[in-house]
């Protein structure tokens, strides 16, 4: 079948079907973290206790749209993959939270103990910081949390507004045996990461200088701030300290979530970041190009790891998701390290999420045609894994990189699946109607810049729907591949209504929601396509079914 034909609208008039009825199932993900009902939003005080992993996070027990008031809800799991969903952890109780449990961070104290520091809004609608400790250490489940008598601990610093400080990060120890803290905030238009000292995690002092700022990026949310090691994928404690490490800032503000790799000099409590810090240019490094915000990271001291979880919010209306009666996902846990360059992380799904693969079908050395497309079959196509490396074309025959091109995401606007060059694009149709009019395109184009490979890795969803209503964002990043590189990978989970998409490797991920009008049919179709000029040589594909998590 020829491309031209199914990339492009057959030109029937298709009514919206906007009002027809939103079933509470639709779109509902089989393998990513979520309660059966309800509002979430950030993944809160991730951590690993006596064999049990535990993710709290912000949640409305009242209903599936955000609300005034927000709990942690607390799940636990064993594999990060099986989920029990216990009893909400914090709610308001007292005049320091009476108006909700906002996000927050566990910290692990010597003799193993998790403490949580979370953001309470106050009977004045003020943002302060309180502690919460298990009610007993011996319960690997932790189900119990005892708020601290003496909460709040922290409360808004002068010149900054009640409602712009919040979001304590995981407390790291000097070598000087002090603990700091960050919180997120704003202060005269500058987003900000406030440090706080403290001896006994109890009594915080301000230092007079933020670890970081960014200049009118709005308020910094959900700030993060971890060490990473130079060379090796294993990760490192908060506390870590010594050579061969880098730091990460993470920052979340205007809808994404920005970091920056750099040094710590923990004598001036400060972060010096290699390159640009964050500025929210379309330039700066972002862990995910789609959505994915308010993320959070945590130590696995169980597999020496960092892994991290990112809020995956809806495409869908607010009228739809309470027709649906839940709304948001959480991400699937991703391993995170520092890449070979140590100019990027890389960031790939915990390797345990392998074991939902079911029914594989595998494809090698198969060529596509410039124009062409190929069905993958015989796996369950609205809920599957694939994996599959592209050869890069000869530096000769790729397009000329334009230095202007500044904005991945404007330019995947452009230079969409339908846009052919020499080199691309090439890649996956997912949540795809039978006759295409519904479709989802995860692709690269491949460019030259000095004799140097950079692919433009583009998530489209601008036909993933015929329904209005729906927000349909294109997504888009730039992946500079190394001189040795001879393919280029692509990973995809896709998940009903959620497809999490990770490049060359985890060098780029991109992560979409899509309501198709034809999940009601459940007639899903995937595809591989290029519709370049140039012919591809597919090296290897593996796909397979995921089976539904328990729990969920
Ligand atoms: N969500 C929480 C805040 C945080 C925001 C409230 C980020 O603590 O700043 O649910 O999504």
Not at 2 to 8: Q, R, W
Not at 388 to 406: M, R, T
Not at 472 to 492: C, H, P, Q, W
Request: charged content about 20%; proline content about 5%; aromatic content about 12%.
């Amino acid at each position: 079948m020829y491309l031209s034909c199914v990339l492009h609208s057959k030109g029937k008039h298709v009514h919206d079907t906007s009002d027809r009825i939103v079933k509470k199932q639709q779109g509902k993900p089989s393998f990513h973290l979520r309660p059966p009902h309800n509002w979430l939003n950030d993944p809160n005080g991730p951590v690993y206790y006596k064999g049990v992993y535990h993710l709290f996070y912000q949640y409305n027990p009242y209903g599936s749209v955000f609300n005034k008031t927000i709990v942690w809800a607390h799940s636990v799991s064993r594999d990060l993959v099986n989920w029990i969903h216990l009893n909400n952890a914090l709610v308001p109780t007292a005049p320091f939270d009476i108006n909700s449990c906002w996000s927050g961070s566990t910290t692990i104290i010597p003799g193993n103990k998790p403490v949580v520091l979370y953001t309470g809004i106050d009977n004045k609608n003020q943002q302060v910081q309180n502690l919460a400790t298990p009610r007993n250490l011996s319960d690997p489940f932790l189900k119990e949390w005892v708020k601290y008598s003496g909460n709040p601990l922290i409360t808004p610093p002068k010149g900054v507004k009640p409602d712009n400080f919040r979001d304590p990060t995981t407390a790291w120890k000097g070598r000087d045996g002090i603990w700091r803290v960050v919180v997120g905030g704003l202060i005269n238009n500058l987003g900000v990461a406030f440090l706080y000292r403290s001896k006994d995690f109890v009594h915080w002092i301000l230092h007079d200088d933020p670890l970081y700022f960014g200049i009118n990026t709005g308020i910094w949310e959900c700030p993060d701030f971890y060490p990473v090691s130079v060379n090796s994928r294993l990760g490192v404690e908060n506390s870590a300290n010594g050579k061969n490490l880098k730091y990460v800032l993470k920052a979340s503000f205007e809808a994404h979530d920005y970091y920056a790799i750099g040094s710590y000099d923990s004598a001036k409590e400060k972060f010096m970041p290699d390159n640009k810090g964050l500025s929210g240019s379309s330039l700066d490094l972002r862990y995910d190009y789609g959505k994915f915000y308010a993320s959070k990271s945590f130590y696995d001291s169980l597999k020496k790891r960092r892994i991290l979880w990112g809020w995956i919010n809806e495409s869908d209306s607010s009228v739809d998701d309470i027709k649906k009666g839940w709304a948001g996902i959480q991400s699937i846990p991703r391993q995170v390290y520092l890449s070979n360059t140590g100019r990027q992380l890389i960031q790939w799904p915990v390797k345990e999420i392998e074991k939902l693969r079911a029914k594989h079908v595998t494809y090698s050395g198969k060529k596509l045609k410039p124009k062409s497309i190929f069905e993958v079959t015989g796996i369950t196509t609205s809920q599957f894994d694939i994996e599959l490396s592209f050869k890069l074309p000869s530096i000769e025959e790729a397009e000329v990189f334009d230095p202007k091109w500044d904005d991945p995401q404007v330019l995947c606007s452009t230079k969409t699946a339908r846009v052919s060059s020499r080199a691309g694009p090439f890649g996956l149709l997912v949540m795809a109607s039978q006759d295409l009019t519904e479709q989802t395109a995860v692709f690269f184009h491949v460019f030259k810049d000095n004799q140097q490979f950079v692919v433009l890795m583009c998530s489209d969803q601008s036909r993933s729907s015929l329904r209005q209503g729906i927000d349909k964002t294109t997504y888009g990043a730039f992946i500079r591949m190394d001189n040795e590189d001879e393919v280029i990978s692509l990973k995809s989970l896709v998940d009903h209504s959620v497809i999490e998409s990770f490049g060359a490797e985890g060098r780029a991920c991109i992560t979409a929601r899509v309501y198709p009008r034809f999940l009601e049919k459940k007639d899903t179709h995937v595809y591989v396509f290029n519709n370049g000029s140039g012919g591809i040589a597919i090296e290897t594909l593996d796909a397979w079914s995921m089976k539904k998590t328990k729990n969920n």
